[in-house]
Nanobody
């Protein structure tokens, strides 16, 4: 059983930056691809970014490409999401998730474990 705990959310002005972190425990972190998703009220969870287990391959939603960067440190059992040039429409609860495979995954149904989420609010 893998436990995931997100941190780093908060309130930021449009154009600002935040760095989210997700610390994993209870499993062999380097065996899991990781992903970030987000949810706004009334909507399903939306894919944001994903990274393969070794960190060599990443993929981003078009809405964040060029502004967000996903990375991981397998020695620290942590995955990160660096968010730059934030926009009000990035406001959401951000979740990290773990997928029991080496290749990355894009859909919520692929992921086996989820964190509780961290709130990101971008003011205009």
């Amino acid at each position: 059983q893998v436990q995931l705990v997100e941190s780093g959310g908060g309130l930021v002005q449009a154009g600002g930056s935040l760095r989210l972190a997700c610390a994993a425990s209870g499993g062999t972190f380097s065996r899991y691809a990781m992903g970030w998703f987000r949810r706004t009220p009334g909507k399903d969870r939306e894919f944001v970014a994903t990274i393969s287990s070794g960190g060599r391959t990443t993929y981003y939603a078009d809405s964040v490409k060029g502004r967000f960067t996903i990375s991981r440190d397998n020695a620290k059992n942590t995955v990160y999401l660096q968010m730059n040039s934030l926009k009000p429409e990035d406001t959401a609860i951000y979740y990290c998730a773990a997928y029991s495979a080496s290749a990355y995954a894009l859909t919520t149904g692929d992921y086996d474990y989820w964190g509780q989420g961290t709130q990101v609010t971008v003011s205009s």
